[in-house]
C-alpha cells in the first residue's frame, strides 16, 4: 500500500457528526445546576483541611490547661513523630512500594514505547515525587527529560498501575507571574520593606501539578499530608501550558544576606520565610 | 469563536455558571466527536464527554489562559480519559458513582438514542475496519493520526492539544502513518 492511498482512507472515512441531544442538554443542566458546587469543590477543600488540625493544637496551647499539661503534650508529641519519622525510614516496605511502582512504569506498554524510540537508560528513570492519595500512594516517576509516568500504589491490595504518562514541556515563566509572586510577597511587612528598598530577585523556583488533576482527590496532597515535594523546575521554565501552580520559592539577596520566601500558590499565601547570611548554609525562619 | 472572545468567555466562566454553558455548548460537538472518532463507541464517548466537563467545570477556576484555545484543554483531558479507559483497562466507575452526571448515565432516553446511534456507526464500515488498526497503535500516534485526519487539526493546533513542538508532533505522524500501514497490510481485510 503506497503512503498515498492511507492518507486517501484516512480522510475519507471519518464518522459523520453524530450527537446524543439528550445527553448534551440533561449534562449541561447537571453541570450547570451544579456549577457553584462543583467550581468550588477544589478550593474549598484546601481551607477545610487547615483548620481542624491547627484548631485542636492552637486551642490546647492557648486554654487555661496548667503548664505541666502542656510541656507533657508537648514532650509527647515529639517523642511520637520521632517513632514514626524511625518507623518510616526503617520500613522495607517504603523501598518495595517504590521498587513496585518502577516495576510497573518499566512493563507499561507506552513507557516500553517512550524509551525505545527515546534511546533512554532505564537507570535513569527516577521517582520524582511521592503523594499521599485516597486509600493509596502516587509516584510520579521521571522517563527521560520529556516525559512523567504517574503510577498509583494500592494501600490495600498493593496492586501498582500506571495512572498517566505525561508530557513535559519548557516555556518562559511570564512576568505577570512573577509580578503576582511578589505581590503575595509584599504582604510580609519585612519582605515588602526590602524590596521597596531596591533589593531584586535573583531566583524563582515554580512547582506544578498538572491542572486537570487539581480537583480530584489528588489535590489532598498539598503540604499537609508531607507526602513528598512536588515538581521544581528553575529558573526561568516551567512544566507546559496545562499545569497548575502549586507552590512558589524565590530569594533576594540584600546587605549581605539571604532572604528566602516560600508561597503557598493555591490560597495565594506565604507559607514561611527565611533569612541567613549569603556566606552561610544555616537558615534561620524568621517568620512562619 | 476568536480567541479574544473566547479569553473574555473563559474569564467570565470562572465565576459565571452562563459563561461556562456558552463554552459547552461551543465546544460539546467537538469534544464528542474526538472521542467518538478515537473510541468507536456512543457509550464510552458518553462517559467520557461527560467527564471532561466535569473536570473542566472543577478546573476552571485555575485555568490559566496562555493565547491557546480552551479546546485545547478539553481535548487534552479527553485524550487522558480515553488513556485511561482503553490503555489501563481502567473502567469509568468513578464517574458513573459521581453525583453530578450518575443520573444522565442512567436516564433511559439517553440509552434509546445510544442504542439508535451505535447502530449508525455499524454502518461505516471502512472507519470501523480503519479503527481496528488504529487502536492497536500505541496511544500517543492514536492521537496525532486522528486529530490530524478525522479531526482535521492544523499542526499548531495538534501542537497545542498535544502540548509538544512541531517537529515531535511532524516526527509521531510519520512514524504512526507507517506503523499503521503495516499493521493494515499485515491485516486480510484490507
Excluded at chain 1, 30 to 43: I, M, P, R, V
Excluded at chain 2, 159 to 177: D, P, Y
Aim: hydrophobic fraction near 40%; charge should be negative; glycine fraction near 4%.
Amino acid at each position: 500500500m503506497k503512503n498515498e492511498d492511507l492518507i486517501k482512507k484516512l480522510e475519507s472515512a471519518r464518522l459523520p457528526e453524530a450527537e446524543l441531544h439528550t445527553h448534551r442538554r440533561l449534562l449541561k443542566t447537571a453541570l450547570l445546576e451544579n456549577y457553584a458546587y462543583a467550581s468550588n469543590k477544589t478550593a474549598t477543600a484546601a481551607k477545610r483541611r487547615r483548620i481542624p488540625i491547627m484548631s485542636i493544637i492552637t486551642g490546647f496551647f492557648r486554654s487555661d490547661r496548667p503548664a505541666w499539661q502542656k510541656a507533657m503534650a508537648s514532650t509527647f508529641a515529639v517523642i511520637l513523630l520521632l517513632i514514626t519519622a524511625l518507623a518510616i525510614n526503617m520500613s522495607p516496605l517504603v523501598r518495595d512500594y517504590e521498587a513496585m511502582a518502577m516495576e510497573a512504569t518499566l512493563n507499561d506498554p507506552e513507557v516500553k514505547e517512550i524509551i525505545e524510540y527515546g534511546e533512554i537508560d532505564t537507570d535513569t528513570l527516577k521517582i520524582d515525587a511521592v503523594f499521599d492519595i485516597e486509600n493509596g500512594i502516587r509516584y510520579f516517576i521521571r522517563i527521560g527529560e520529556g516525559k512523567i509516568a504517574i503510577v498509583d500504589l494500592s494501600k490495600w491490595t498493593f496492586a501498582s498501575q500506571i495512572v498517566d504518562v505525561i508530557d513535559i514541556e519548557t516555556v518562559p515563566i511570564t512576568d505577570a507571574s512573577k509580578q503576582k509572586l511578589v505581590g503575595i510577597a509584599s504582604t510580609n511587612l519585612e519582605i515588602k520593606a526590602i524590596l521597596e528598598s531596591g533589593a531584586s530577585i535573583y531566583m524563582y523556583y515554580f512547582d506544578y501539578i498538572p491542572a486537570y488533576m487539581s480537583s480530584s482527590s489528588f489535590s489532598n496532597f498539598v503540604h499537609e499530608t508531607g507526602g513528598g515535594s512536588p515538581f521544581c523546575v528553575k529558573d526561568e521554565e516551567i512544566i507546559s501550558d496545562y499545569w497548575t501552580e502549586l507552590t512558589a520559592r524565590f530569594w533576594i539577596e540584600y546587605e549581605g544576606n539571604k532572604y528566602f520566601v516560600f508561597i503557598d500558590m493555591l490560597s495565594e499565601s506565604i507559607l514561611s520565610t527565611s533569612c541567613s547570611p549569603i556566606d552561610q548554609e544555616v537558615t534561620t525562619t524568621i517568620v512562619k | 469563536m476568536d480567541l479574544e472572545s473566547e479569553k473574555e468567555l473563559v474569564f467570565r466562566a470562572k465565576t459565571d455558571a452562563d459563561a461556562f454553558g456558552l463554552l459547552y455548548d461551543e465546544y460539546y460537538p467537538k469534544v464528542f466527536g474526538y472521542v467518538l472518532n478515537r473510541t468507536a463507541s456512543i457509550e464510552t464517548a458518553k462517559d467520557i464527554t461527560s467527564e471532561v466537563f466535569l473536570k473542566a467545570l472543577r478546573t476552571i477556576k485555575r485555568f490559566q489562559w496562555r493565547n491557546i484555545s480552551f479546546s485545547a484543554y478539553l481535548y487534552r483531558i479527553a485524550g487522558n480519559e480515553i488513556k485511561n479507559v482503553y490503555n489501563r483497562n481502567k473502567q469509568l466507575n468513578l464517574i458513573k458513582q459521581d453525583i453530578i452526571i450518575s443520573e444522565i448515565i442512567n436516564d433511559v432516553s439517553v440509552n434509546a438514542e445510544i442504542a439508535r446511534l451505535e447502530a449508525d456507526i455499524q454502518k461505516h464500515e471502512d472507519f470501523l475496519l480503519l479503527h481496528k488498526c488504529i487502536v492497536k497503535l500505541p496511544g500517543i500516534y492514536q492521537e496525532v493520526i486522528v486529530l490530524k485526519y478525522f479531526e482535521k487539526k492544523s499542526p499548531g493546533e495538534i501542537c497545542a492539544i498535544l502540548g509538544k513542538r512541531e517537529g515531535t508532533v511532524k516526527s509521531l505522524l510519520h512514524r504512526g502513518l507507517k506503523k499503521l500501514k503495516k499493521l493494515m497490510e499485515d491485516n486480510a481485510t484490507f
